[in-house]
């Protein structure tokens, strides 16, 4: 009888010990696979791992309103009013200074903005609305830049004014808001 509890002693000890290693086992799993991040489907050439990419934004205007992103791609059209879309989605990017060419690469960095051409008319003074972009635009993500760097480092916003990502009016060389002057 004792040789028999001796070996259902043992037993349980060993399934035991073996369910212990099971354990530890995973857990080493666990930790590994924590230490590890998985690829982020932002990641890449053209975002950080916590930005997001011009199609997340297009996709989603309303998730992305008012944050401020980073976008790299081409030019892919240059339009009136210092507006010019990005190959990567067809984003619209509104700009109060500077303006790529088509085909260039450039890094613009903004904020998002759901296009309403009289919210737009409210929020900037230097915006200029037109019909055709208006009508093609309206209710899509624009990204409203504050800065355009070219792929050879050139920052094409510049000037004494404000950002245009800051909403704030312009009052570079006369002191009153831009729309205000005579």
Same mark, same amino acid.
């Given at each position: 009888?004792?040789?028999?509890?001796?070996?259902?002693? %043992?037993?349980?000890?060993?399934?035991?010990? #073996? &369910? @212990?290693?099971? *354990?530890? !086992?995973?857990?080493? +799993?666990?930790?590994? $696979?924590? %230490?590890?991040?998985?690829?982020?489907?932002? #990641? &890449? @050439?053209?975002? *950080?791992? !916590?930005?997001?990419? +011009?199609?997340?934004? $297009?996709?989603?205007?309303?998730?992305?309103?008012?944050?401020?992103?980073?976008?790299?791609?081409?030019?892919?059209?240059?339009?009136?009013?210092?507006?010019?879309?990005?190959?990567?989605?067809?984003?619209?990017?509104?700009?109060?200074?500077?303006?790529?060419?088509?085909?260039?690469?450039?890094?613009?960095?903004?904020?998002?903005?759901?296009?309403?051409?009289?919210?737009?008319?409210?929020?900037?003074?230097?915006?200029?609305?037109?019909?055709?972009?208006?009508?093609?635009?309206?209710?899509?993500?624009?990204?409203?830049?504050?800065?355009?760097?070219?792929?050879?480092?050139?920052?094409?916003?510049?000037?004494?004014?404000?950002?245009?990502?800051?909403?704030?009016?312009?009052?570079?060389?006369?002191?009153?808001?831009?729309?205000?002057?005579?």
């Amino acid at each position: 009888m004792m040789r028999s509890v001796n070996l259902t002693l %043992a037993a349980l000890v060993a399934i035991g010990a #073996a &369910g @212990a290693c099971t *354990r530890t !086992d995973n857990r080493a +799993a666990d930790q590994t $696979a924590m %230490a590890t991040p998985s690829p982020s489907p932002t #990641a &890449g @050439a053209y975002a *950080r791992d !916590d930005e997001p990419d +011009a199609g997340d934004i $297009a996709g989603n205007p309303a998730r992305y309103a008012g944050q401020r992103v980073t976008l790299k791609s081409d030019v892919e059209r240059v339009m009136p009013n210092g507006f010019f879309i990005l190959d990567d989605n067809d984003i619209l990017v509104l700009s109060q200074s500077g303006s790529p060419i088509e085909k260039q690469e450039v890094t613009v960095r903004g904020t998002v903005h759901t296009y309403s051409a009289p919210e737009l008319k409210s929020r900037f003074s230097w915006f200029k609305s037109d019909a055709e972009i208006d009508a093609q635009y309206n209710n899509r993500a624009v990204i409203v830049a504050d800065s355009i760097t070219t792929a050879d480092g050139r920052e094409l916003v510049g000037g004494a004014a404000l950002p245009a990502g800051s909403g704030a009016p312009d009052t570079s060389t006369t002191g009153r808001p831009r729309g205000d002057r005579p």
